[in-house]
């Protein structure tokens, strides 16, 4: 190859891209990676990485009143880049970083809230858009509204 000519500037090296979803409004182009859940000892000590896998686990999460797992929205499903708003609500143990759908609907499932005080043995869990209750081991009980809430409402 001939050398580059007085002056001239070549033009950047290209890049390989291997998802669907490759840049953001704002941030341009993403970077390769996954976003994941850490959890760090109130007393120090390192960071300790709860989620694993090929998914990205951000937003709004809800600690079950235990302290042994956490609440998140995410999409697990090997169309994800396809269908990026097709979110459920997972529980994640934070023993083993193990996580279980509660959720099972098309469309948006996101912001877990857990109810202040559920019944004896219980678990309950709130979201928004429409908001559904919760209760037990991911078992729907109805919507409490007809419609979505705007966003950013509270319970």
């Given at each position: 190859m001939p050398a580059k000519p007085e002056g001239a500037e070549w033009a950047e090296p290209f890049k390989v891209i291997r998802?669907?979803?490759y840049r953001a409004d704002g941030k341009g182009f993403l970077?390769?990676?996954?976003?994941?859940?850490?959890?760090?000892?109130?007393?120090?000590?390192?960071?300790?990485?709860?989620?694993?896998?090929?998914?990205?686990?951000?937003?709004?999460?809800?600690?079950?009143?235990?302290d042994k797992s956490l609440f998140i929205?995410?999409?697990?499903?090997?169309?994800?880049?396809?269908?990026?708003?097709?979110?459920e609500i997972y529980e994640v143990s934070?023993?083993?970083?193990?996580?279980?759908?509660?959720?099972?609907r098309a469309g948006p499932d996101t912001h877990p809230v857990l109810s202040p005080q559920p019944p004896a043995g219980?678990?309950?869990?709130?979201?928004?858009?429409?908001?559904?209750?919760?209760?037990?081991?991911g078992r729907v009980?109805?919507?409490l509204t007809r419609k979505p809430v705007p966003s950013g409402s509270s319970w």
């Open positions: 998802r669907v979803n970077k390769e990676g996954h976003y994941h859940l850490f959890v760090l000892p109130a007393d120090g000590g390192p960071p300790r990485q709860v989620s694993k896998g090929v998914f990205d686990h951000r937003g709004t999460l809800a600690w079950a009143p235990d929205s995410a999409n697990r499903r090997p169309d994800r880049d396809h269908d990026p708003l097709n979110t934070l023993a083993d970083g193990t996580a279980k759908a509660l959720t099972d219980k678990k309950g869990a709130r979201e928004a858009a429409p908001p559904q209750v919760m209760q037990g081991a009980q109805g919507n």
